[in-house]
T-cell receptor, first 115, second 112 residues
């Protein structure tokens, strides 16, 4: 079973409000990914980190989201001003490395509803 | 652009087999993974392939053809509990690109 812990499981926000979710990666995993899974089950990559450094992020993440993975603290993903279209399941995954066989271990996700 | 395509749904009978197809188009290639996701749960890793051919892992087998941008996941001796969504994810091999591109998953329903 995955040991990636995401909190909270459910998050309800109004439009324009901040929404923050956290992720504790599996112990010893330096690489962390955030994905958004929409109601059609489509995955959208948001950002990934190796240790505390951002490896890649998409444009949306750069502008409306903030994310960090400080040492000795949970990783976090925050939407600065929530929009209805942000309603989705946010999945955090950790991995041992960035190489091809780097299996992703997912948390159970945070389901965000923006009213 | 990059894309991973999977059929939306698949239905098979208990005790038989199911083949979940995946086609992909990426600028580079550094492996393909399959995940199982049950309703309301996190995706769980099943298999990783990077070389052409069939990889037999018992209940699950995976096939890859890099020249055709094609893979399938084969489930044999199906059980009702195999009903789940099966996700295909491809890793681009280009320098600086570490993310996996996921398909939307194939929802497999196993019936008695």
């Amino acid at each position: 079973n995955s040991k990636v812990i995401q909190t909270p499981r459910y998050l309800v926000k109004g439009q324009g409000q901040k929404a923050k979710m956290r992720c504790i990666p599996e112990k010893g995993h330096p690489v962390v990914f955030w994905y958004q899974q929409n109601k059609n089950n489509e995955f959208k990559f948001l950002i990934n980190f190796q240790n505390q450094e951002v490896l890649q992020q998409i444009d949306m993440t750069e502008k409306r989201f903030s994310a960090e993975c400080p040492s000795n603290s949970p990783c976090s993903l925050e939407i600065q001003s929530s929009e209805a279209g942000d309603s989705a399941l946010y999945l955090c995954a950790s991995s041992l490395g960035t190489g091809g066989a780097g299996t992703l271990y997912f948390g159970a996700g945070t389901r965000l509803s923006v009213l | 652009g990059q894309g991973v395509e999977q059929p939306d749904n698949l239905m098979s009978v208990e005790g038989t087999f199911a083949r979940v197809n995946c086609t992909y188009s990426t600028s580079g290639f550094n492996g393909l993974s399959w995940y199982q996701q049950r309703e309301g749960h996190a995706p769980v890793f099943l298999s990783y392939v990077v070389l052409d051919g069939l990889k037999d892992s018992g209940h699950f087998s995976t096939f890859l053809s890099r020249s055709n941008g094609y893979s399938y996941l084969l489930l044999t001796e199906l059980q009702i509990k195999d009903s789940a969504s099966y996700l295909c994810a491809v890793r681009d091999g280009n320098t600086g690109n570490y993310k996996y591109v996921f398909g939307a998953g194939t929802r497999l329903k196993v019936i008695a």
